[in-house]
């Protein structure tokens, strides 16, 4: 899962890239604003009802009770479709308010498909189909980008043209419903368990919350008037900042299901030491990039990138974390099968204090104001989150493991010093990240520690031969 996630999250950086060189700022920023509100959809509507819907289609595959998961997936669907309406009605009139009709017809299609399409991923999830899930994931992207870039390039170049693009993207995943289809019944029948929609309710609204923390400063860059358009460069390093959070979203997918009662706390631990050495690698990377590489790939126009880019980094990994954590809270249920209510509590002080920071710090030092209270924002939302009792717990339990512990310290200190060091030679540099890479996918992956281990063991037969 987080090989696809990684995987698409190349092809949505290389699509918006592309974008950079083929809008006008103006125009870019309407689209990076558009497409925030697209992610901000995105993240709700594949969590939500979808993980209710994989909860339920694992605990009905165990019993093996059919009846159960036809009144699941029904539900999920007509669920998810009320959510893409308002979604999509949400959205669309955002983005008519810093954009033009076409665009906030496209959003709107755009977040009405995605909706619609998560029963199928909710069901293939809760399947255990991973790998579908990841080849869905980037079949959209590389969809995406195909249209996109034919859009943009043979009409006058605009939003509407990229956003075209995300709306053919999203039409892939409804081949996810196949399997959901025979389940599908008329609204009349659907299953009204009480439990289910308060479960699906309060992980919708975890959701959103945390959605509209890691989209707020981009959506802000584009729609104050006072930003509009002076803020593209922000905007890119935001969108390269936040790469934690394909990380985060992989690692939450795939470690929901097994949040189970007496496996939980091992379970958010694994998850965190594997988040932890991914987005560390992650934000070394950006934050050592050398400069003539950044300026050299986009547009004189967003030269400002390399400015912004420390903050956006630090913002992106507080973000991940935030999301991770939030999954945690989604997966301890009360009596009724819904998240506690302290995880409210913690979103509602998160997303009230954020906003305040971020429009506070925009109004008084524009664009470096709007990136020092998004940064602040981001950490302060994870930190609220993080005084949880079993979450706290969980992050405390993160540094303490015996085994290797002096190497990997060791380890910890030489990487980021060997990438400053070779900062100033970009061949160097990419050479020597290639090889980190190497090292974090064996540190924070089994399936790649056993390979290396297999390669290894045949190195030392192949030499004991000789």
């Known amino acids: 899962m987080t090989i696809g996630t990684v995987a698409a999250g190349v092809v949505n950086y290389a699509y918006t890239l592309l974008m950079t060189h083929r809008l006008t700022t103006s125009e870019f920023s309407v689209f990076a604003g558009a497409q925030s509100l697209v992610l901000v959809v995105g993240i709700v509507s594949g969590a939500a009802v979808p993980w ?15 009846v159960r998961l036809r009144q699941a997936i ?7 479709m009320g959510v893409g309406v308002v979604a999509s009605v949400v959205t669309g009139a955002i983005v008519a308010s810093f954009g033009s009709s076409v665009d906030a017809l496209l959003v709107a299609g ?43 390039s043979r009409s ?27 389940c599908i019944g008329l609204p009349r029948s659907l299953h009204t368990d009480r439990s289910l929609w308060r479960a699906a309710g309060r992980i919708g609204v975890l959701q959103v919350g945390v959605s509209v923390i890691a989209s707020l400063d981009t959506i802000l860059a584009a729609a104050l008037p006072s930003l509009r358009g002076a803020a ?19 690692v ?23 988040y932890a050495v991914t987005s560390g690698f992650i934000w070394l990377a950006l934050l050592t990039a050398p400069g003539d590489v950044i300026r050299g790939v986009f547009p004189a126009d967003y030269g400002s990138i390399t400015q912004w880019l420390p903050y956006t980094a630090s913002l992106g990994v507080a ?6 954590l939030t999954t945690f809270v989604q997966s301890r249920t009360t009596p009724g099968h819904s998240p506690p209510s302290s995880g409210f509590t913690a979103i509602a002080w998160a997303l009230s204090s954020t906003t305040a920071v971020m429009v506070l710090g925009a109004a008084l030092d524009g664009v470096r104001g709007l990136a020092i209270g998004a940064l602040s924002a981001g950490w302060l939302a994870a930190w609220l989150f993080g005084l949880l009792a079993t979450e706290r717990r969980a992050l405390g339990a993160v540094p303490w493991r015996r085994s290797g512990r002096v190497r ?31 090292l974090v996918a064996v540190a924070a992956f089994p399936e790649f520690r056993a390979f290396a281990d297999r390669v290894g063991r045949g190195a030392a037969r192949s030499v004991g031969r000789r």
């Open 110 to 152: 755009t977040s009405l498909v995605l909706c619609v399409a998560s029963t199928g991923l909710g069901l293939l999830q809760g399947r255990g189909r991973t790998t579908a899930l990841a080849a869905l994931v980037v079949s959209e992207v590389v969809v995406k980008f195909g249209v996109g870039l034919v859009l943009v």
């Open 74 to 80: 029904n539900f999920a669907f007509w669920a998810n």
């Open 252 to 274: 939450s997918t795939a470690v929901f299901p097994t949040l189970v009662p007496g496996n939980a706390f091992r379970g958010r631990v694994q998850a965190l030491r594997l």
């Open 52 to 66: 209710v819907l994989a909860r339920e289609s694992a605990v009905a595959a165990v019993q093996q009770d059919t």
């Open 156 to 182: 006058q170049p605009s939003a509407g043209g990229a956003l075209g693009g995300a709306l053919a993207g999203a039409c892939v995943l409804l081949v996810a419903l196949g399997p959901a289809a025979r």
């Open 232 to 250: 593209a460069g922000y905007q890119l390093a935001s969108t390269i900042g936040k790469v934690p959070m394909f990380i985060s979203s992989a």
């Open 408 to 438: 990997r310290a060791v380890l910890m200190a030489a990487v980021p010093a060997v990438m400053v060091v070779a900062r100033p030679v970009p061949a160097l540099w990419f050479a020597v990240v290639l090889a980190a890479a190497c």
């Open 319 to 324: 973000l991940g974390l935030l999301n991770l």
